[in-house]
Each structure stands twice: as C-alpha cells, then as structure tokens.
C-alpha cells in the first residue's frame, strides 16, 4: 500500500460523558519523520494516540495510519507499530526477555535476537532478571524495548523519557535520530521535555484542550521566534496567536 504520510488524522473528535475532549484535530505526520507532540496535562495527547492505535474509537472524524484505518485495520497497525502508552505493564514475576518473547507471541512473529534488543536500550545483562526487580527507568527502557522488539514500521511513544535520568535521556535521543534517519521508521513521541522535543524532532505538534493548534518544524521556530520553544509554547497553551 503506497502512503505519503504515516499518520492522517481529519477533524477527529473524541467525547466523553458528553464533553467533548478532542474537538476537530487535524494532525500530519510524514513518513519517515520523528514528530514530537506536546501540550499540557489534561490537552488530550493520550486520548488522541489511544485513537491512533484503534484502543478508543473517535466519536467522529477519521484517522489512517500507515494507510489504514485506525478503527477497521486497527489490529495490522497494532502489527506493523510499536507503541509505548501510558505507563508499561509487565508479568512481574517474569523476566524480562520472556516479557518480549511474550509480546513477540502476541504478535504472532517470529523469534528475534532479544538481547541485542535489550543491548539497544541500554539492558545488557539484566535480561534474566524479574521485572520486579527493575527501576522505573529500566522498565521505561524495556518498555521501549517492548515496542522495537517486532521491528515496527512506525513507533508511538508517549512519554518514553519519563524516569530517565540525563544519561539515560541523551541515549534515547541518540537511538530515535538513528531509528528515523537509518532505519527509517516513523516517530511519533510525546514529551513534556520541550528541549528534547526540538533537539530530535522534524515536525512539532502542539495540542491546545484537544485541537492541535500548529505543526511547525523546530527551525521555524527558532527562525520566527528567538525567544525560544519554551516561550513560543507558553504563549500557543495561553492563547496566545497560532496558525491554525
């Protein structure tokens, strides 16, 4: 199936209980590009990914990713995506290759090489050991480790740096540039770490009480607003003006 953009999503809308949470969201994402999606607590970025990924159904509105109908194909783009929602949930008293090999069956792939995925997000030599044994910060990399490990087309990522420590925060940085630009696999991540955002992404998305209000590429803002990312998005979540 040929595609230009990796996700589409057309005045999507989303209510619950009668308020409506997402309201007319249009999004873009290229192929092949790291798309950082960012908004304050309560603006609907979750919402809008569990959308993506066929876990909720829009109220209205439409969304395709990788060509395919969020709500109708949503179990081949679960297929084909690597997705990291919320906080990851693992079989604790299990280690954490067989939570992959586990996954892995879920997906109905075959057998990869598991600790060079481990190795990929820096948990080398921990493979055998229970999950319950993990940090917050290794269990974020598994998390991430979970959604390589089937080798997607595209990865969903919401939060994926929460609990990193610095160290760790510049490796993920390091592994998504090199999964976009070598690998060519499509990045959509939320942050709230807007620094990280504009160090890595080609595209922002900033999502004001459920519309997204801009997608501008970073350069653009540094170009038009030489303030800095930190301003510009006080001044987009304020009210402040924004192209539509």
Same mark, same amino acid.
């Given at each position: 199936m040929s595609y230009k953009l990796a996700i589409s999503t057309k005045r999507l809308v989303k209510t619950f209980n009668g308020k409506e949470v997402i309201r007319s969201c249009n999004m873009s994402v290229e192929k092949g590009a790291i798309y950082g999606f960012v908004g304050k607590n309560g603006a609907g970025k979750t919402t809008v990914i569990k959308?993506?990924?066929?876990?909720?159904?829009?109220?209205?509105?439409?969304?395709?990713?990788?060509?395919? !109908?969020?709500?109708? !194909?949503?179990l081949e783009i679960l297929r084909r995506t690597g997705s990291l929602v919320e906080t990851p949930i693992f079989y604790e008293h299990l280690s954490a290759l067989d939570n992959l090999e586990i996954h892995l069956g879920y997906m109905n792939m075959q057998e990869t090489n598991l600790e060079n995925v481990m190795e990929i997000v820096g948990l080398s030599n921990v493979g055998v050991q229970p999950v319950s044994t993990f940090s917050l910060g290794m269990r974020q990399r598994l998390g991430i480790a979970r959604a390589l490990v089937h080798k997607p087309e595209l990865l969903i990522l919401d939060e994926p740096i929460n609990g990193l420590d610095p160290v760790g925060i510049k490796e993920m940085r390091e592994l998504f540039l090199r999964l976009a630009k070598q690998n060519g696999i499509t990045i959509l991540l939320s942050s709230h770490i807007l620094s990280e955002v504009e160090q890595i992404a080609d595209k922002i998305g900033f999502i004001v009480d459920g519309a997204i209000k801009c997608e501008v590429s970073p350069l653009e803002i540094k170009m038009n607003y030489p303030a800095g990312i930190e301003d510009y998005f006080m001044q987009i979540v304020n009210g402040g003006k924004a192209d539509e």
């Open positions: 959308m993506l990924l066929g876990l909720l159904k829009p109220t209205s509105g439409e969304a395709t990713v990788l060509g395919l !109908d969020s709500i109708k !194909d949503n």
